[in-house]
T-cell receptor, first 109, second 113 residues
Framework: KNEVEQSPQNLTAQEGEFITINCSYS?????LHWLQQHPGGGIVSLFM???GKKKHGRLIATINIQEKHSSLHITASHPRDSAVYICAVRSRGTDKLIFGTGTRLQVFP | NAGVTQTPKFQVLKTGQSMTLQCAQD?????MYWYRQDPGMGLRLIYY???????DKGEVPNGYNVSRLNKREFSLRLESAAPSQTSVYFCASKEHQSSYEQYFGPGTRLTVT
């Protein structure tokens, strides 16, 4: 079993829909990251969370430390949101990042 | 600031050939990392350099060597490429090993035939 599990693996949506991507982990962490990888391949950091909730524009990330679960929400989705979204946790003690396999999101007009 | 740059963007090698993937960052970061990304798997750490002058193995170091040439540059060498090393390689850096924010390069797509 992977230490970081994401669901769903693939997701399609119509423009305007509310999107939720989930991440569960099984190790002790000091932080959780959400990353975005565009079709061109580049990876950019969206959020870093250690507790609670963060919001940036139409993106909202939440984390529940007790349940070892995080969600990434996209409100009013747009075709430009189409990308792979990657959850990564920073293992407590080693400072290494452990990555999920990603969720491929396609938003159609 | 260019951030993290990688060269080349694409490369095709024959089995047994060698090559070096180059990575440079202009953010004065101390820590640098090499990852590989394969279909259906999360990024996996190959080697890292916590600071100039040090390098350490990650999760999947076999078949690779690294050099931290100076604070800016961290190269990854494949001495004798194998088809199993076909992958997309990402370099990343962060200010210190304990820093949270990690910055990624654009990736190198390597195919070994």
């Amino acid at each position: 079993k992977n230490e970081v599990e994401q669901s769903p693996q693939n997701l399609t949506a119509q423009e305007g829909e509310f999107i939720t991507i989930n991440c569960s982990y099984s190790v002790g962490i000091s932080a959780l990251h959400w990353l975005q990888q565009h079709p061109g391949g580049g990876i950019v950091s969206l959020f870093m969370l250690s507790s609670g909730k963060k919001k940036h524009g139409r993106l909202i990330a939440t984390i529940n430390i007790q349940e070892k679960h995080s969600s990434l929400h996209i409100t009013a989705s747009h075709p430009r949101d189409s990308a792979v979204y990657i959850c990564a946790v920073r293992s407590r003690g080693t400072d290494k990042l452990i990555f999920g396999t990603g969720t491929r999101l396609q938003v159609f007009p | 600031n260019a951030g993290v740059t990688q060269t080349p963007k694409f490369q095709v090698l024959k089995t047994g050939q060698s090559m070096t993937l180059q990575c440079a960052q202009d953010m004065n970061h101390n820590s640098m990392y090499w990852y590989r990304q394969d279909p259906g798997m999360g990024l996996r750490l190959i080697y890292y350099s916590a600071s100039e002058g040090t390098t350490d193995k990650g999760e999947v170091p076999n078949g690779y060597n690294v050099s931290r040439l100076n604070k800016r540059e961290f190269s990854l060498r494949l001495e004798s490429a194998a088809p199993s090393q076909t992958s997309v390689y990402f370099c990343a850096s962060k200010e210190h090993q304990s820093s949270y924010e990690q910055y990624f390069g654009p990736g190198t797509r390597l195919t070994v035939t």
